[in-house]
């Protein structure tokens, strides 16, 4: 069985209740949900795979039921401050042998190199990634027992931000997709205000549940919509970096 597991949870100081925020009538954790929904139907149909939001215990995560149809997409509460954890959980609580590991900051993330992941993974890869997409849309995946053995020792370690250090990098297959042009020029993820407003004006533009990623990244440039956010990037990875530091 594989598994998608989203990973959000509510307690953004940032940007407060991101998740939740709306556009044309849906918050952005729904529209990132359904765009997965929309494309691996069939799968989930077959009981071959299943999406999760993967959240910590905190109360306040309660929010996610609310919003979201149960019955097809599973909110899982673990670990708070460990999210390797949390997925190794609820990978074993669920009988999920591959685990798809998408940020639910990453509004736009690719089912495309989703579906080249899941095929690796089948082939018998312990955990392969895609590069050559702008950051926010590549997708990393893992087999449930690759992460159980990485684990082993640092169970009770915070790993909330850079935690893919915890893998073995001469395990890791590597998809290199296209080269984006201007691929630094594109952020795709969501942190702030200015990330809100882009996910806004892309989600109003197109129709997300179906565009390929060719069309996807050639509107946002064509149209200059990455001219949003992108100035935030520096201060993106300066705080990445600096709370990477602090988890060590």
Known sequence: MIGVFIT???????????HLIQVNGKPF??????????????????NEL???????????NKKFELILDTNVVEVFYGSDENIPLRHLECAIENNIDYIISIDGDDILSS?????LVIQKLLNGSKMVQT?????????????KDFLKQSLLGIENAKLET?????FDNNEIDTIQLRKVTNIDKIRMTLDYEPDADFF??????????????DYLIESIIKNNWNEINIHLDDIYWSNFYKQ?????
């Open 200 to 213: 806004k004006t892309v989600i109003s533009k197109i129709d997300v549940k179906n565009v390929s990623d």
């Open 244 to 248: 990477k530091l602090e988890e060590n």
């Open 131 to 143: 590069s050559g997409l702008p950051l926010g849309m590549n997708v990393t995946g893992y087999s």
């Open 8 to 18: 959000a949870r509510l307690g953004s100081t940032r940007l407060i209740e991101k």
């Open 162 to 166: 850079g935690w893919g250090k915890i």
């Open 29 to 46: 954790i729904k529209w990132l949900v359904e765009r997965f929904l929309n494309v691996f139907k069939e799968n989930i149909e077959k």
């Open 50 to 60: 299943k999406i999760f939001i993967t959240t910590s215990v905190k109360s306040e």
């Open 111 to 115: 089912t495309e190199a989703t579906k």
